[in-house]
């Protein structure tokens, strides 16, 4: 069973700028979450997606969007990129979404903002 | 808010030693989960323990969730340098949904060989 895939890896943008991070889960599973990772900050939960809704939210500004697709495919996007918003990206899927089941993280897309 | 302090947050120790890590927290979780990640990857699921004075071994890993369900610790046992990685703790409420999933900061461990 293929995990769960990243694209890009790595991006590096200027401030103002937008960016749109993908993430292909696990074959079957439905949840999708998002986190921000920073050395300072850790592991910070950005939104989570079941059956294309947004179904959680955490507690970061408006710039950062997320959709996604019937296939359980998902996006995030960040607009007006600030410098603070350099971090590693990773998404996380599991079945169900509950806080029980096992999430499977993808290895991030690393994001740099100049 | 609920938060999850994890200690230390730096650990550098040569080959064949032991180690523990601390996760501790003022709220009580129905379980807590273990991770490890490692340099360019995701982190990945050690364990979950549920059960308060729960004891899991993974190999060299030894588990425990404390009996109010409010700490965990892991221990390694002759750590070896493919231990490196940072280990975070993840603290769940029953029902929940991922999103109500507390992280540590990470325990960042160096072991040299």
């Known amino acids: 069973k293929a995990g769960v895939t990243q694209t890009p890896r790595y991006l590096i943008k200027t401030r103002g700028q937008q960016v749109t991070l993908s993430c292909s889960p696990i074959?079957?599973?439905?949840?999708v979450s998002w986190y921000q990772q920073t050395p300072g900050q850790g592991l910070q939960f950005l939104f989570e997606?079941?059956?294309?809704?947004?179904?959680n939210k955490g507690n970061f500004p408006g710039r950062f969007s997320g959709r996604q697709f019937s296939n359980s495919r998902s996006e995030m996007n960040v607009s007006t990129l600030e410098l603070g918003d350099s971090a590693l990206y990773l998404c996380?899927?599991?079945?169900?979404?509950?806080?029980?089941?096992?999430?499977?993280f993808g290895p991030g897309t690393r994001l740099t903002v100049l | 808010t609920q938060l999850l302090e994890q200690s230390p947050q730096f650990l550098s120790i040569q080959e064949g030693e032991n180690l523990t890590v601390y996760c501790n927290s003022s709220s009580v979780f129905s379980s807590l989960q273990w991770y490890r990640q490692e340099p360019g990857e995701g982190p990945v699921l050690l364990v979950t323990?549920?059960?308060?004075?729960e004891v899991k071994k993974l190999k060299r890993l030894t588990f425990q969730f404390g009996d109010a369900r409010k700490d965990s610790s892991l221990h390694i046992t002759a750590a070896q340098p493919g231990d490196t990685g940072l280990y975070l703790c993840?603290?769940?409420?029953?029902?929940?949904?991922?999103?109500?999933?507390?992280f540590g900061k990470g325990t960042k461990l160096s072991v040299k060989p």
């Open positions: 993840a603290g769940a409420h029953y029902g929940g949904s991922q999103g109500n999933l507390i």
């Open positions: 074959s079957g599973h439905r949840s």
């Open positions: 323990v549920v059960t308060g004075g």
């Open positions: 997606y079941f059956s294309e809704t947004q179904r």
């Open positions: 996380a899927s599991s079945l169900e979404g509950y806080s029980t089941d096992t999430q499977y």
